[in-house]
């Protein structure tokens, strides 16, 4: 039950990838607002993932679990029911909030339902296969409802899901808290969202490339909200967050892979869903289902991750997780173009596979190190690394590849003048849409300039991401210690 509702919240990450261009000419939002309806969620959700590990660990993890997603089935009716980006965009944030109060509550359920170490890492083994599987599976379950029903049923869905759930969990589900609970620090809680929000702003104006000096100020203010958050955190003899769990090497290792690793793998699921469905025209469900190696690669290496770590230490495995994601990001971009379907398919299993390994090996690492009355900050630390990362790399990697997308469009000569010129220069759907409306040789010029535009912005993406996955295995061989072994089960 609890991998089904985990099931549910992962997927909403990356479900409206496919949904996009129907949402777009039915809602037609603008650019920017497209990027914030499919990044507000992780973001919002990543932001109050620190605060409600502590509020699970405090009021009780049952009662947060099943309170967050009773919001989160009313915040579907609201996002299914929008009429505009608004509407839309408000709906993601209260899915964000209920996502917040469900996910880090499973991992602490688990730690409190496991208590045997070797069933523990294997039940994390499949918590992490069914996180990785919702991220990969959105697109493949969207894609069928939105061709099928249109792009609200991919928010319809929630609902009967979360009915059942919610009854399953009132009757399956012990309740299990903090023996001995403190207050809650409310001015961190504040300290932590509002700076983390701050960066996100910051973030997405300088990957934009139009940082001004407000955007700056914002960038600036979020810095010392999270230097001030720390700093309450180091004197409070209860914490929110134990960010003293950070000086353990091994422990801010996993928390910096599982961040990078969904960043990258995130960013290019929401990348590759535009690509099938505008430059080789897949209906949202054919593209959805190209999606699918990502999915069943990412099962394989959670899965096989708890066994591997019995025999082998953790920086080995997360270091050959996330080397053979830099493998298919690495084989993205030196395909040629047009790139064929083939060299996707290969560059998802990969990233399904490395990503599988290594998020595995992480979580285990950051269960291990944290006591048991304070499973929901692992819950809280892990899933804060998984959706930030998620939303970051939308935010980052997806205005990097608009930007580069953009910057191509503006060198080509295309037959358009005004209002046009400039919605054609602003996205991949944008400049179908115009394609379409203009229609004759005009309008093929201007869909194969997009096309080729997509792609090869596509590949300076990749190449970027290259690089984050060489960095992040550089500083995973540093930080983790040679012979450490995760057993999940400390």
Request: some cysteine; glycine content about 14%; charged content about 15%.
């Amino acid at each position: 039950m609890l991998c089904a509702s985990l099931l549910l919240v992962a997927m909403d990450a990356t479900i409206l990838n496919i949904a996009l261009p129907s949402l777009i000419d039915d809602l037609q939002p603008s650019g920017r607002a497209q990027l914030w309806i499919i990044d507000i969620y992780g973001l919002v959700l990543g932001g109050l993932l620190v605060t409600a590990g502590a509020l699970s660990d405090r009021w009780g993890r049952k009662l947060l679990f099943l309170v967050g997603f009773v919001l989160f089935g009313v915040a579907s009716v609201v996002a299914a029911t929008a009429g505009s980006s608004e509407q839309l965009i408000a709906g993601r944030v209260l899915l964000g909030v209920g996502g917040a109060m469900v996910m880090p509550s499973t991992l602490s359920l688990i730690r409190h339902t496991f208590t045997d170490a070797r069933e523990r890492a294997m039940a994390i083994g499949i918590w992490a296969a069914v996180a990785g599987a919702g991220a990969s599976v959105g697109p493949l379950i969207g894609g069928f409802l939105v061709e099928r029903y249109g792009w609200s049923a991919a928010f319809w869905v929630n609902v009967p899901v979360v009915v059942v759930t919610v009854v399953c969990g009132v009757v399956l589900l012990r309740e299990s808290r903090d023996p001995h609970p403190a207050g809650i620090d409310w001015a961190g809680a504040v300290l932590s969202v509002v700076g983390i929000v701050c960066l996100a702003w910051g973030i997405k104006r300088v990957a934009k490339g139009s940082l001004g000096l407000d955007d700056l100020a914002v960038l600036a203010l979020g810095g010392l909200l999270i230097g001030v958050f720390v700093r309450r955190q180091l004197r409070l003899e209860d914490p929110l967050l134990d960010v003293r769990l950070f000086a353990n090497r091994a422990f801010s290792a996993a928390a910096l892979v599982i961040f990078m690793a969904m960043l990258a793998i995130g960013a290019a699921l929401y990348l590759v869903a535009l690509w099938l469905q505008y430059v080789h025209g897949y209906t949202p469900f054919e593209a959805g289902l190209r999606t699918v190696p990502a999915a069943l690669a990412g099962l394989v290496g959670a899965l096989a991750a708890p066994r591997l770590m019995r025999r082998f230490e953790v920086r080995g495995l997360v270091a050959t997780g996330l080397g053979v994601m830099g493998a298919g990001f690495a084989l993205l971009a030196l395909a040629p173009t047009p790139t064929p379907y083939a060299v996707i398919a290969v560059m998802l299993g990969c990233l399904g596979f490395g990503d599988g390994l290594a998020i595995t090996s992480a979580t285990s690492v950051l269960v291990s190190a944290v006591p048991a009355h304070r499973g929901g900050q692992a819950g809280a630390v892990s899933e804060s690394s998984y959706e930030m990362g998620v939303g970051f790399g939308v935010a980052l990697l997806g205005t990097i590849h608009a930007a580069v997308f953009t910057r191509r469009m503006i060198g080509t000569d295309l037959p358009l003048e005004g209002r046009e010129l400039g919605i054609a220069r602003g996205s991949v759907g944008g400049a179908e849409h115009i394609g379409r409306q203009v229609g004759g040789e005009r309008g093929r010029v201007v869909v194969d300039a997009a096309e080729r535009a997509f792609e090869g912005a596509l590949a300076t993406t990749a190449y970027v991401s290259v690089g984050i996955v060489f960095a992040v295995t550089v500083l995973t061989a540093w930080l983790v210690p040679r012979g450490f072994k995760a057993t999940a089960g400390h």
